[in-house]
Structures are given as structure tokens and as C-alpha cells.
T-cell receptor, first 112, second 116 residues
Framework: EAQVTQNPRYLITVTGKKLTVTCSQN?????MSWYRQDPGLGLRQIYY???????DKGDVPEGYKVSRKEKRNFPLILESPSPNQTSLYFC???????????FGSGTRLTVV | GNSVTQMEGPVTLSEEAFLTINCTYT??????LFWYVQYPGEGLQLLLK???ADDKGSNKGFEATYRKETTSFHLEKGSVQVSDSAVYFC???????????????WGLGTSLAVNP
């Protein structure tokens, strides 16, 4: 089944403790992206990747890192999480943007 | 810059009622347009899409037509069901050009509740 798999689904952590949210797709898509979803602000892009070793900032990249060492994986790294990063995170992949995007099930992160 | 505006919710309907959720956009060039749906506690699913003017996207009884003259992509369904209760997002994909990251520009979502 074609899918984007994110882990974990839920995570509660403490301020400053490094964490990684994993994202993997099995569709051989070049393009992958991370979004965060917040009430009243909608979905905002954090980082994106056009292909292996090609990544760039989206609209809200502060406090996040990404890497793209393999085509299928695009982890999101929070080196020192803070409470303002409490949010619902989605990973997405696409072959070409106009075909649409496949999203993971989301990761609900709470930083206390 | 590019933007998407969709009607605010929540929208509450009775089963079998007609649904319209308005979506208008601002974009240079010819974006692709999408409707995504988010069921309670779940991720985002592509509901339908249209890639050029006058295209009609359709899926699961939902339809939307890409209207360039009115820059709109309104979502419609003739007879909603309780199972259609969800949040609906209108989005556009910026036209691809050099340096463009193909990100999605999102509306804020419209919550739909369908009562039996």
C-alpha cells in the first residue's frame, strides 16, 4: 500500500530534550515536506526536500532541522524543543506538486 | 503572495442536505487546486483536485470546478451523510518554476458537522 508513515503518533516531552520524528514513504517520491498545524493558523510549511541531500527552509523553520540521506526518509529533528513547538505535525510526499500530496497520519507533540 | 480563503465554519447540516463550502484563491500563473479532508483524529486525505481552468474534480460524491475567471474552487455535495463530518481544507500548489518548492498554500479549514 502506498503510504507515508510517521512515528510516533503521540509524544510528550520536556523542554530541551532532543527528539526526532521519523517520516518514511514507499512511493519513490522525490519531494517531501513537513508541516505543522495549529488552531487559527492552519498548516504551515517547516522544511522541504526536492531530492536526496537537497533540503530548504519553509515558512517556519526556526527550531527545526531535517535531513534527507535516503530518498524514502525525511526525519524532523528538534534539537532543543520548547513549548511553542507543541503542535500537530504532518509529513507529506509528492511526485509532482500538481498530482497532489500524500500525508502521514500526523504526530501530536506536546512539549512541557 | 499566493493565498487561499475559505468560508469559516462550523457548518452544521442535516443528513441529505446540500453542501457548499466556498474557496477562493489568489495566485500568479496557473496553480493546481485541491480539497483535503481531515476526519477526527486522523491525517489529511486528498479528496479531489483540478490542475487547470474548467477542470472538475470529483470523488465520493463531492465536486469542485476550477474557475479561473472568479478564482474559485467551491466544494459541493448534493446529499451529505453523517460520515462526511470532518474538517475540509482548500489548498493550492504554486506553479512550478525555478526555485519554487511546490509547497501547498492552505485555507484555514471548514468544520462540517452532519446530524442524522
Amino acid at each position: 500500500e502506498a503510504q507515508v508513515t510517521q512515528n510516533p503518533r503521540y509524544l510528550i516531552t520536556v523542554t530541551g530534550k532532543k527528539l526526532t520524528v521519523t517520516c518514511s514513504q514507499n512511493m519513490n517520491h522525490e519531494y517531501m515536506s513537513w508541516y505543522r498545524q495549529d488552531p487559527g493558523l492552519g498548516l504551515r510549511q517547516i522544511y522541504y526536500s526536492m531530492n536526496v541531500e537537497v533540503t530548504d527552509k519553509g515558512d517556519v523553520p526556526e527550531g527545526y532541522k531535517v535531513s534527507r540521506k535516503e530518498k524514502r526518509n525525511f526525519p524532523l529533528i528538534l534539537e532543543s524543543p520548547s513549548p511553542n513547538q507543541t503542535s500537530l505535525y504532518f509529513c507529506a510526499s509528492s511526485k509532482e506538486g500538481f498530482y497532489g500530496y500524500t500525508f502521514g497520519s500526523g504526530t501530536r507533540l506536546t512539549v512541557v | 503572495g499566493n493565498s487561499v480563503t475559505q468560508m469559516e465554519g462550523p457548518v452544521t447540516l442535516s443528513e441529505e442536505a446540500f453542501l457548499t463550502i466556498n474557496c477562493t484563491y489568489t495566485a500568479t500563473g496557473y496553480p493546481s487546486l485541491f480539497w483535503y479532508v481531515q476526519y477526527p483524529g486522523e491525517g489529511l486525505q486528498l479528496l479531489l483536485k483540478a490542475t487547470k481552468a474548467d477542470d472538475k474534480g470529483s470523488n465520493k460524491g463531492f465536486e469542485a470546478t476550477y474557475r479561473k475567471e472568479t478564482t474559485s474552487f467551491h466544494l459541493e455535495k448534493g446529499s451529505v451523510q453523517v460520515s462526511d463530518s470532518a474538517v475540509y481544507f482548500c489548498a493550492l500548489s504554486e506553479p512550478f518554476n525555478a526555485g519554487n518548492n511546490r509547497k501547498l498554500i492552505w485555507g484555514l479549514g471548514t468544520s462540517l458537522a452532519v446530524n442524522p
